[in-house]
């Protein structure tokens, strides 16, 4: 079984930052992308950023220049840097990994449970 666990949400004002970090953990043969998601209340589940395997990264435009994401692949961890925050970053942020585990043997996406962030004064 494959548990993908967050940390390090919380409240932060206007123009602070914060890290979130998520450990993927059970029976993974390999992953490939990982990412952040986050929902707003009232809006859609979007894309914040990823990473492959190989380091190569993508962001929603909203976050370039301020968010950086990385990763361990060895201990299955991925980590969001996010920079000068805005009040609109407000949402609740989901990790993503596109992995494929040992029993069964078969590739699925899996989710995190949520981290909420909130950037208020």
């Known amino acids: 079984q494959v548990q993908l666990v967050e940390s390090g949400g919380g409240l932060v004002q206007p123009g602070g930052s914060l890290r979130l970090s998520c450990a993927a953990s059970?029976?993974?043969?390999?992953?490939?992308?990982m990412g952040w998601y986050r929902q707003a209340p009232g809006k859609q589940c979007e894309l914040v950023a990823t990473?492959?395997?190989?380091?190569?990264?993508n962001f929603a435009d909203s976050v370039k220049g301020r968010f950086t994401i990385s990763r361990d692949n060895a201990k299955n961890t991925v980590s969001l840097q996010m920079n000068s925050l805005k009040p609109e970053d407000t949402a609740v942020y989901y990790c993503n990994a596109d992995l494929v585990s040992v029993t069964p043997m078969r590739r699925s996406d899996y989710w995190g449970q949520g981290t909420q962030v909130t950037v208020s004064s």
């Open positions: 059970g029976s993974i043969f390999s992953i490939n992308v």
């Open positions: 990473i492959t395997s190989g380091g190569s990264t």
